[in-house]
């Protein structure tokens, strides 16, 4: 879930135009999707940065407003009415992404999955739950998204944050930023470290272990754990569930691809496949990789 991660750290490094200019870390503390955040800039000055933090409040503020389930966004309309009228074309590029890894990982990545999430939530009818589940049954076009059955709902929980950290890179970019590493939960890295390798990123488990690292130039990672939270009666479920109900496959997922949502969202997928079917999805993006998976 995403209250329950770190939302926000950002470290970027400012193409330095003269050597006048001054290099200075300027760092900006709030909050979004209701955690703490945290922007870190170097090599700029106070007045750039200031303007730049403030085009990053209005950019996850738009991302909360979209795809939180916790305020009147966007998404919490469309699961309430049925119906998105007029999409941004962001949100319904995003929608279309979704429905892209829906289909290559055979319906194992599945946003219509809300329903289900609940019931197991709160020890609901999970039968009944099951049964609303369906992205075949999410028609989407440039004049609306609708959800054709009553009862539906959709949660972007598993692909919002990777497109969070996608949005943010990208503003830096156009600011011209050009070594950034942006840690949303999910990370997108753009160029190189100050020192001029490649961005490092440990992969680990809930319980601090590290199994892993990824080494990032213009990529992005996403790290997904079923027993990252823990929901149900007892807590005795993870929070990545299997729309099919086979349950979870792996204790951890790790994904590299080349925009942060697509690695989100594989990376949530492949908790609940076979290794067979991950090869497969695989096929159908060349550019991802796996990182860690066991």
Same mark, same amino acid.
């Given at each position: 879930m995403i209250s329950r991660r770190r939302f926000l750290t950002i470290a970027a490094a400012a193409a330095v135009a003269s050597p006048s200019r001054a290099a200075e870390n300027v760092?900006?503390?709030?909050?979004?999707?209701?955690?703490?955040?945290?922007?870190?800039?170097?090599?700029?000055?106070?007045?750039?940065?200031?303007?730049?933090?403030?085009?990053?409040?209005?950019?996850?503020?738009?991302?909360?407003?979209?795809?939180?389930?916790?305020?009147?966004?966007?998404?919490?309309?469309?699961?309430?009415?049925?119906?998105?009228?007029?999409?941004?074309?962001?949100?319904?590029?995003?929608?279309?992404?979704?429905?892209?890894?829906?289909?290559?990982?055979?319906?194992?990545?599945?946003?219509?999955?809300?329903?289900?999430?609940q019931a197991t939530a709160t020890g609901g009818d999970i039968d009944a739950a099951r049964k609303l589940v369906g992205w075949r049954d999410v028609v989407l076009s440039e004049q609306e998204i609708r959800l054709a059955r009553p009862g539906m709902a959709v949660t972007f929980n598993g692909i919002a944050q990777g497109h969070a950290a996608d949005q943010v890179a990208t503003l830096l970019r156009q600011a011209g930023y050009r070594?950034?590493?942006?840690?949303?939960?999910?990370?997108?890295?753009?160029?190189?470290r100050p020192d001029g390798k490649a961005w490092q990123? %440990?992969?680990?488990? +809930?319980? !601090?272990?590290?199994? /892993?690292?990824? $080494?990032?130039?213009?990529?992005? #990672? %996403?790290?997904?754990? +079923?027993? !990252?939270?823990?929901? /149900?009666?007892? $807590?005795?479920?993870?929070?990545? #569930?299997?729309?099919?109900?086979?349950?979870?496959?792996?204790?951890?997922s790790a994904v590299t691809a080349p925009s942060a949502a697509l690695a989100d969202a594989l990376s949530t997928a492949f908790c609940v496949m076979e290794r067979a079917e991950i090869d497969a999805a695989l096929t159908v993006f060349p550019d991802a990789r796996i990182a860690a998976l066991g």
């Open positions: 760092s900006w503390q709030g909050r979004a999707m209701g955690t703490s955040a945290r922007v870190v800039l170097t090599g700029t000055d106070q007045s750039s940065a200031r303007r730049l933090f403030r085009k990053i409040e209005r950019l996850l503020a738009r991302v909360e407003t979209r795809f939180s389930l916790h305020t009147e966004s966007g998404l919490v309309r469309l699961n309430r009415t049925g119906r998105w009228p007029w999409p941004d074309p962001d949100v319904l590029a995003l929608f279309r992404l979704a429905a892209q890894v829906h289909a290559a990982t055979v319906g194992a990545f599945d946003p219509t999955i809300q329903p289900l999430w070594d950034v590493l942006v840690d949303i939960g999910e990370i997108n890295a753009m160029g190189r990123a %440990a992969i680990a488990l +809930p319980d !601090g272990r590290t199994v /892993g690292a990824a $080494a990032l130039q213009d990529r992005a #990672l %996403a790290v997904s754990s +079923p027993a !990252g939270t823990l929901i /149900g009666p007892g $807590a005795a479920h993870g929070h990545i #569930l299997d729309p099919a109900g086979r349950g979870q496959r792996w204790q951890i």
